[in-house]
Nanobody, 122 residues
Framework: QVQLVESGGGLVQAGGSLRLSCAAS????????IRWFRQGARNQRELVAV???????NYVDSVKGRFTISRDNAKGTVYLQMNSLAPEDTAVYYC????????????????WGQGTQVTVSS
């Protein structure tokens, strides 16, 4: 099927930057929309950023101006550039994608990565 693998997380000081990657592998027809979620200390999964197949992006207010989502369709990879990181950004970050696994998969199916830990120290 389809696998999504996140990378790029780690420990960073407040004010620093990280670039997360989510690579898609396996056999699929198309990736429709990619989202980044995060799950922090409150154990509530929060939608952070979205990018559509047309390139439209959206962000939760708390990361606007600091985070940038992008995608490289040729490489099957989505990125989340995170700047000016703060302790409240500490969370496990997950990529999520609606993927058409075949031409006949009209609506697509949801796939999740395993997550990558981002820890921001003060």
């Amino acid at each position: 099927q389809v696998q999504l693998v996140e990378s790029g997380g780690g420990l960073v000081q407040a004010g620093g930057s990280l670039r997360l990657s989510c690579a898609a592998s396996g056999s699929f027809y198309a990736i429709n929309i990619i989202r980044w979620f995060r799950q922090g200390a409150r154990n509530q999964r929060e939608l952070v950023a979205v990018i559509t197949s047309g390139g439209t992006t959206n962000y939760v207010d708390s990361v606007k101006g600091r985070f940038t989502i992008s995608r490289d369709n040729a490489k099957g990879t989505v990125y989340l550039q995170m700047n000016s990181l703060a302790p409240e950004d500490t969370a496990v970050y997950y990529c999520n994608a609606n993927v058409r696994t075949s031409l006949r998969d009209l609506g697509g199916s949801e796939f999740w990565g395993q997550g990558t830990q981002v820890t921001v120290s003060s």
